[in-house]
C-alpha cells in the first residue's frame, strides 16, 4: 500500500503502509492490520465521549473555563518579573505574545473541531507529525500539567503571606491539593461546575479592577486624575528600550500558558462543532481586554519601578494608592485564581495521562475509568506527583517558584511548537477544514520563529536559563524512551 488520501462522501482516509487513519465528522477510528481499533471515539449523538469518558460539560463551562484558563497566576503574580524588565512597554510585549497565541489557538481549534478528543493536540501530533511526536508532545503536556499544579499550590502560599506570613507554606498547598483532587474525583461535571463560578470570579473581579483603575487614571473618582504620568516619567514609555521588551517576552509567554488547556476539555464538551469556535474566537479579546488591558492599568496606576515581584503587582499597585480594602480584595481574587489554575491542571493532566494509555504510550493501568466517568487511577497518580510541591515548599519554602516558572516556559514552547507543526500537515491533508485558522502557512512559520527566539533570550536570562537547558534534555531523554519502548514492543512481538 502507497502513502495516499482518499475522499469519499465526507470520510478522510489517510493510508500507509502500517495504519489506515480514518477521520469522520466527530469520529476518529485506527485500521492496523485488518483489524479495527476505537481510539479517541467520539460517539456522534454528542452522549458520550471518548471511551469511558461523559460529555457532561455544558457550553456555558466551556465558555467560562476558555475564559478563566488565561487568568492565573501568570497574569496577577508573574506580571512583575515582565514589568521589571520592560517597564510599561509590557503592554507591547503582551499584545506581540497575545497575537502569537490567538494564532495558536486558531491551529488548535482548526483541528480540534474536526476531531473532538480529549488527547488534542497529542492526539494530533501523533496523526499528522509522527508516533514519537504524539509520545513526546503527550507526556511533555503531562509533565507540564504536573509542574504548573506545582507552582499554583506553591504561589497559594506566597499569596496567603498577604494575611498570615506565620502560616508555612506547605499547609497552604496541602489544603489546596485535597479540596482540588476531591471535587475532580466525583465527576466531569463537578470539575466543571467547580471551574465555572472560580473562573466567573476571575473574570468580574479582573474588569471591575479595569474599570476602576480607568476611573482612578482619568478622574472619574472624588481624587484628582493620575493621568499618564506614570508611563510618560519614571523612564518614559519604553524606559530599558527594545531589549527591555524582548527579554520581557519570556515572563510574558508563561501567562498564556493555560490557554490550551480548553484542548483536552473538547472530548468532554456538549456540542463542540458549536461551543470550541466560539470558545476560540473570543481568545483575542480576552487577551486584549484582561491582558493588555489590566497590565496597562497596572503600569497606569503606580510607577512601574515600584512594583517588586515578591507580590501581585494588581495588588501592589492598589496599596500604594492607599486602598488596602481594595487590595485585600483583589488578593482574595488572586488566591483564587490560583486555585483555579490548579483545578484545570488537574483536570487536564488526568485525561492526557489516560489518553497516552489508550494509545499505548503508558501503563494500561491508567486507562481505567470509574463509572462516572472519571480516570481515578491517572488522577490520583497526578496527585501524589503535585503533592510533592507540599515537600518542596516545606525543605525549601520561597525558593522554588522561579526554578518552576523557568522550567514551565520551556514545556510550553514544546506544546506550542507541536500544534503549529501539526497544523501544517494537517491541512495539508484535511483542506476543507469548517473552522479555518487565519494566515496558514505563514502563521505557523511565523509562531515557530517567535518561539525559537524566546528560547534564545531564556539562555540569555539567568532566571530562566535552567529551562533552556533542561529543554533540550527533556526531548532527547522522551525521544530516547520511545526508542526503547519502540524495541521492546518489537522484542515480545
Known amino acids: 500500500m502507497t502513502n495516499k488520501t482518499v475522499l469519499r462522501n465526507n470520510l478522510l482516509q489517510l493510508n500507509d503502509p502500517r495504519h489506515t487513519y480514518t477521520f469522520m465528522k466527530g469520529v476518529y477510528m485506527t485500521t492496523t492490520n485488518n483489524s479495527v481499533r476505537a481510539q479517541d471515539v467520539v460517539a456522534s449523538d454528542n452522549t458520550s465521549a471518548d471511551d469511558g469518558l461523559q460529555r457532561g460539560m455544558k457550553s456555558r463551562h466551556l465558555q467560562m473555563i476558555a475564559f478563566g484558563s488565561c487568568i492565573g497566576t501568570g497574569l496577577f503574580l508573574g506580571s512583575g518579573a515582565s514589568i521589571q524588565e520592560a517597564g510599561p512597554g509590557v503592554i507591547a510585549a503582551y499584545a506581540i505574545g497575545g497575537f502569537i497565541i490567538f494564532l495558536i489557538m486558531r491551529m488548535l481549534g482548526e483541528m480540534a473541531v474536526e476531531h473532538p478528543v480529549a488527547g488534542s493536540f497529542s492526539a494530533y501530533a501523533r496523526e499528522y507529525i509522527g508516533p514519537i511526536a504524539g509520545f513526546v508532545t503527550g507526556w511533555n503536556w503531562w509533565f507540564t500539567t504536573i509542574v504548573v499544579g506545582m507552582v499554583e499550590l506553591t504561589a497559594a502560599g506566597t499569596i496567603m503571606d498577604f494575611w498570615f506570613p506565620g502560616i508555612p507554606h506547605w499547609l497552604t498547598a496541602l489544603v489546596a491539593l485535597v479540596i482540588v483532587t476531591a471535587i475532580n474525583l466525583v465527576h466531569v461535571g463537578a470539575f466543571a461546575e467547580a471551574e465555572f463560578w472560580l473562573s466567573l470570579i476571575k473574570v468580574v473581579a479582573l474588569i471591575l479592577m479595569i474599570v476602576v483603575g480607568a476611573a482612578i487614571v482619568f478622574g472619574l473618582t472624588p481624587e484628582p486624575a493620575l493621568g499618564l504620568s506614570n508611563i510618560t516619567e519614571h523612564g518614559g514609555f519604553f524606559p530599558n528600550g527594545a531589549a527591555g521588551v524582548l527579554f520581557s517576552l519570556v515572563a510574558v ?55 517588586d515581584t515578591s507580590t501581585s503587582p494588581f495588588v501592589r499597585a492598589l496599596s500604594t494608592l492607599g486602598i488596602s480594602a481594595a487590595a485585600t480584595g483583589l488578593n482574595l481574587i488572586v488566591l483564587v485564581a490560583a486555585v483555579s489554575v490548579f483545578n484545570t491542571m488537574t483536570f487536564s493532566g488526568a485525561r492526557m495521562l489516560r489518553d497516552l494509555s489508550r494509545g499505548g504510550q503508558a501503563p494500561p493501568f491508567f486507562n481505567s475509568v470509574s463509572a462516572k466517568g472519571v480516570p481515578v487511577r491517572a488522577l490520583l497518580f497526578n496527585a501524589l506527583l503535585m503533592g510533592s510541591a507540599v515537600l518542596l515548599n516545606f525543605l525549601f519554602e520561597g525558593k522554588i517558584l522561579i526554578v518552576l516558572l523557568a522550567i514551565i516556559v520551556g514545556a510550553e514552547l514544546i506544546s506550542w511548537s507541536a500544534i503549529a507543526v501539526a497544523h501544517l500537515n494537517f491541512r495539508k491533508r484535511c483542506p476543507n477544514a469548517a473552522f479555518r485558522a487565519p494566515l496558514y502557512p505563514i502563521a505557523n512559520y511565523l509562531c515557530l520563529a517567535f518561539f525559537a527566539l524566546v528560547i534564545v533570550l531564556m539562555f540569555m536570562l539567568p532566571d530562566y536559563r535552567t529551562g533552556a537547558i533542561v529543554l533540550p534534555c527533556w526531548i532527547v531523554a522522551l525521544a530516547l524512551i520511545w526508542l526503547g519502548k519502540k524495541r521492546h514492543d518489537a522484542r515480545n512481538k
Open 253 to 307: 509567554i508563561f501567562s498564556f500558558g493555560g490557554i490550551i488547556s480548553i484542548g483536552t476539555a473538547a472530548g468532554e464538551a456538549q456540542d463542540p462543532a458549536k461551543s470550541l469556535p466560539k470558545a476560540i474566537n473570543n481568545v483575542i479579546w480576552r487577551i486584549l481586554i484582561f491582558y493588555v488591558g489590566g497590565i496597562g492599568i497596572i503600569v497606569l496606576l503606580a510607577p512601574w519601578n515600584e512594583l
